[in-house]
């Protein structure tokens, strides 16, 4: 579904705009029940878990497409749950040291914590905006399905002309 609409709807947009650069599309899920535990003792940290940094791309994953676990944190208590990552598409011709580098890069970006995150930035982000525009879209919808929704002020929802364009604080 991913490569059939969404990728297909990506590339149109982008042409519509007559702009059409190379894309890489990699898909993160953090909801699955696969769970990784060091060989020894000695190999994991304090806590016991997997040491932050590592990969799995090996021997227990799916032979049929790239995909991959990543341990991006530091497990401090509990079971330490990687991130898998399926590569879909890849018109830039990474390597899967390049992808894994950049992905594991990328962990230690986000704005609201000072150390490494299990989930990519840009994904999290994502999911905070939309989690957000749901909210948002519920007040509408409840707002007009009452009886006195000619009080609601649809401007009181727009985004402020100076903020249009850029990125807010999510």
Known sequence: MVLNEELV?????????????????IVAQKRHNTRFFPMNKQDGGSSGNVP??????????????????????????????????????????FTSDHIQQLIHSMC???ARCTKSVSLIPPVFY???????GRLYQQV???????????AFDRSYYRVHPDLENSMFFI
């Open 108 to 110: 230690f970006t986000s």
């Open 9 to 25: 709807g990506i590339q149109r947009a982008f042409k519509a705009k007559d702009y059409f650069p190379t894309i890489t599309l």
């Open 52 to 93: 932050p940094g590592t990969v799995i791309d090996s021997t227990v994953v799916d032979p049929s497409g790239f995909h991959f676990h990543l341990f991006s944190q530091y497990g401090m208590i509990g079971t330490s749950k990687s991130t898998q990552y399926h590569a879909l598409w890849d018109e830039h011709g």
């Open 140 to 150: 509408l919808n409840r707002r007009q399905s009452q009886p006195l929704a000619d």
């Open 126 to 132: 994502a999911d905070l905006a939309a989690y957000r």
